[in-house]
């Protein structure tokens, strides 16, 4: 993306520089297309679970920007001479269920033969111009809320290797099937500053392009991240993805860590998320209306996981809350 030629138009409201979840045309001044795209290979075992997360997190990138999904298209790599097309449909069937969920509707794809399944789509949505909500407006002071739990790289990659619990698994595909439309209208409602979803680059990648977009810089509380079940245990036990190391390196320079904070937990930090939670940067007044708004809609995860504060050299800080009782307490 860093190297894909930069385009301008009056029209183009967001495009790839600010890393934003997904691009911004106004059509009308009261009407603006998002539209987003996403492809990856499967995560689970299930066919209908594949497809179902990954529309799911395909619609995410909409949500995040406070739209409405439109419709999708679906995209599919497959190898039709050693797999059955009994798996591609179950597939289908799974990101179609999603989208309907959505009050969206597909509207065609396009598939290719390849030696390795990949499935992903196209989505497109609508919001009013003014409505938006990117992720370059966060203000210091504000408090950042997650939605979901972390850890979904980590459960997939055991399940790879027959290693995941039980329990492990079932709560991070329930999660990752989640769409994140009950979180981003509460967002709207209650004057979110910015949003992102919390996706490929891990909680702190996805937080950092926030602050970088915003002009701020931002402290997280790792004690209050929440994560799903049998994670850690699986971090000691070296199930950690290929993608997750990487992120943490990427970070290097950009993160002041507290000092007891250990190699596991900074590798969870980044983990890299598939269908993840949004990351709201929430005013301090409305943050409590915020939780009790997704509590009320069965977001009951969500967690205050840090703050915005003033630009510094580093653009994050991880720390724990006991250094901030008004966190520690939410």
Known sequence: MRRMPQMAHVDLLVD????????????RDDLAIVATID???????????????????????VYAMAATP??????????????????LAEIQRGGADTVLEA????????????????????????????????NAGARPGDLLVLTKPIGTGVISTALKHDAAPPEALDAAVASMRTLNRAAADAASR????????????????HLREMMQASGCSATVFADQVP??????????ADEVPGGTERNLAALDGQVEW???????????????????????????????????????AGVTAAATVGRVV?????????SLSRLEPDIATR
Not at 70 to 87: C, E, H, K, M, Q
């Open 70 to 87: 439109l419709f999708a298209l679906n995209l599919a790599g497959f190898p039709r001479d050693t797999l059955s097309l009994d798996v």
């Open 227 to 236: 994560v799903f079940p049998g994670v850690r245990d699986l971090i000691a």
């Open 103 to 134: 009050g969206a509707v597909v509207a065609g794809g396009h598939s290719v033969d390849d030696p390795v399944p990949k499935y992903g789509m196209a989505v497109v949505g609508a919001a009013h111009p003014d409505a938006l909500i990117t």
């Open 16 to 27: 790839a520089a600010t890393m934003d979840d997904a691009a911004v045309y106004r059509v």
């Open 258 to 296: 507290a000092a007891e904070l250990p190699i596991a937990e900074r590798l969870l930090l980044a983990d890299a998320q598939t269908s993840g939670g949004l990351l709201i940067a929430i005013p301090p007044e409305d943050e409590h209306a915020l939780r009790e708004a997704l509590a009320g």
């Open 190 to 205: 209650f004057g979110a500053h910015a949003m992102t979803d919390v996706t490929g680059y891990g909680l702190l990648g």
């Open 310 to 318: 003033a630009r510094r050299e580093a653009p994050l800080e991880v």
């Open 39 to 61: 492809v990856f290979t499967p995560i689970v075992d299930d066919p209908y679970d594949f497809g179902a997360i990954a529309a799911a997190n395909a619609l995410s990138d």
